[in-house]
């Protein structure tokens, strides 16, 4: 008996019904404010903090380690909001050459660079208000 009247009931509707019920999505045909370029490499990092022209927070972190873990949806969130920078990960772990580099000694490690430059960093997990104020004070430079 159920199964008669929910056939019946699809079977009155337009598939347009059905999907504008069923579906709550937006799609946007303009590009968001930022990338997450997601676990970079040597090469992405040359790219995007090294070479490139955008400002580009740099998010050195380990597997292992619970405050990055937590940090990284901190991050994603502001610079979702806020900024138009994009967001690099880097592993220390795999990358111990650019951790090396640029003297990462303790985790997590939060870096902004623009044109190759080393604008801001924080050391730690901070809140929200604090990774706002980082990436305007990136803006500001």
């Given at each position: 008996?159920?199964r008669?009247?929910?056939?019946?009931?699809?079977?009155?509707?337009?598939?347009?019904?059905?999907?504008?019920?069923?579906?709550?999505?937006?799609?946007?045909?303009t590009?968001?404010?930022?990338?997450?370029?997601?676990?970079?490499?040597?090469?992405?990092?040359?790219?995007?903090?090294?070479?490139?022209?955008?400002?580009?927070?740099?998010?050195?972190?380990?597997?292992?380690?619970?405050?990055?873990?937590?940090?990284?949806?901190?991050?994603?969130?502001?610079?979702?909001?806020?900024?138009e920078?994009?967001?690099?990960?880097i592993?220390?772990?795999?990358?111990?050459?650019?951790?090396?580099?640029?003297?990462i000694?303790?985790l997590?490690?939060?870096?902004?660079?623009?044109?190759?430059?080393?604008?801001?960093?924080?050391?730690?997990?901070?809140?929200?208000?604090?990774?706002?104020?980082?990436?305007?004070?990136?803006?500001?430079?």
């Open positions: 008996m159920l008669q009247s929910t056939s019946r009931l699809l079977l009155t509707q337009t598939p347009r019904q059905l999907i504008s019920r069923s579906s709550s999505r937006t799609f946007s045909s590009r968001p404010s930022f990338d997450i370029l997601g676990e970079g490499n040597k090469e992405l990092f040359d790219q995007y903090a090294v070479k490139g022209k955008k400002l580009t927070i740099v998010d050195f972190h380990a597997d292992w380690c619970p405050p990055c873990k937590m940090l990284d949806p901190v991050l994603t969130k502001v610079l979702q909001a806020e900024s920078a994009d967001l690099l990960k592993n220390t772990d795999i990358e111990q050459e650019i951790a090396a580099k640029y003297k000694s303790a997590p490690t939060v870096i902004a660079f623009q044109h190759g430059k080393e604008l801001c960093r924080f050391v730690g997990l901070v809140n929200e208000d604090a990774v706002k104020n980082f990436v305007a004070n990136a803006k500001d430079h």
